[in-house]
């Protein structure tokens, strides 16, 4: 039998990111037992306290044991910190991130949930590899780990042994990756069922919000993101952006890129597919309506663009969050 971690970090981690996937593992556990199989996992929680608070007092984590007592795991969980980023660094985790790293260099597998992600980096497991995390912190990730690379449309990564995901309620994918990964495909469609968590879901960039990555210290490129932004309904080339700034088009592309993770043609796509989100969510507008309104003259240029940033087709967007919209 392997050994599962899942960490509670103090200072208040996402406790449904801890109860949810305990949950889930439990009934894959229940499943294998059933099925007259050897369970494949003893899961314990593990943390630096004897209880861990959250929401302000009115719910407790009790973990069964201390990290310290544990000398070796098959596989650790940690959970989403929420928008408490620095809990990586502070609030007493510093051991905690210590071990993480020394549970990975002794032959753990470490699975990040969401902004557990900032966890993982600090420990230095992320170093040159890909990895997800929620599109709300990606700008913060980013500034503070540079040498990793974000990946915020993927909803799963697993590169060496590490696994992370997106944000919120998609770490139920993630636990139901996991357990079709370590127990079997019967067991991860078990779990799925009984929890009714869809499978094989890759993407997250549905989900997106683009507000543009402005946590940067390059005044030109954020003048020229608030130009974009101002006038994305206009036709501008790369190279007049550049010239609007005294900037030849290569130091300007170089410069846009470093500062947002973005091409400045891939920022202008993303502002202007944004607007088309938001159109299809609040208005009857058909597809051809939108694509014109967003600045483009194209059906095709439109619907690979809306699907490649978006990961689905105008209509299936239309379709899935405008329930008043009127097919077409």
């Not at 596989?75 to 929420?82: A, F, G, M, Q, T």
């Not at 002794?106 to 980096?121: H, R, V």
């Not at 105008?314 to 379709?319: D, F, H, N, T």
Request: net charge positive; glycine share 6%.
């Amino acid at each position: 039998m392997k050994h599962l971690t899942i960490l509670v970090p103090e200072g208040g981690a996402n406790i449904s990111s801890i109860t949810g996937a305990y949950k889930i593992l439990m009934r894959a556990n229940e499943y294998q037992k059933q099925q007259g199989r050897d369970v494949c996992f003893e899961i314990v929680l593990a943390g630096m306290s004897s209880s861990v608070e959250f929401h302000g007092g009115l719910f407790a984590v009790r973990p069964h044991v201390h990290i310290d007592d544990i000398v070796h795991t098959d596989l650790v969980i940690v959970p989403s910190l929420n928008h408490n980023y620095e809990l990586a660094t502070t609030s007493g985790n510093e051991r905690l991130v210590r071990w993480v790293k020394e549970q990975y260099a002794n032959g753990a597998a470490i699975a990040g949930i969401c902004t557990g992600a900032f966890i993982l980096a600090a420990a230095g497991l992320l170093e040159g590899k890909s990895c997800s995390t929620h599109w709300g912190a990606a700008d913060t990730f980013r500034k503070k780990h540079p040498g990793v690379k974000l990946e915020t449309d993927r909803l799963i990564t697993d590169e060496h042994g590490i696994y992370t995901n997106g944000g919120a309620y998609s770490f139920l994918n993630l636990i139901i990756y996991l357990i079709e990964k370590y127990y079997d495909r019967a067991t991860a469609i078990y779990c799925a069922k009984v929890f009714q968590i869809d499978m094989d879901r890759e993407s997250q960039s549905a989900f997106i919000i683009f507000t543009g990555q402005k946590q940067h210290e390059d005044e030109q490129v954020r003048a020229a993101q608030l130009f974009i932004e101002q006038h994305w309904q206009e036709r501008i080339s790369v190279a007049q952006l550049a010239a609007r700034y005294a900037l030849s088009r290569r130091n300007f592309d170089r410069r846009f890129i470093k500062a947002t993770g973005n091409t400045p043609l891939v920022y202008q796509q993303r502002v202007r597919i944004e607007y088309a989100k938001k159109a299809f969510e609040n208005t009857r507008r058909n597809v051809s309506e939108v694509m014109y309104d967003a600045g483009y003259s194209d059906m095709k240029a439109f619907r690979e663009v809306f699907r490649k940033i978006t990961g689905m087709a105008p209509l299936a967007y239309r379709s899935r969050y405008n329930r008043d919209a009127v097919t077409k």
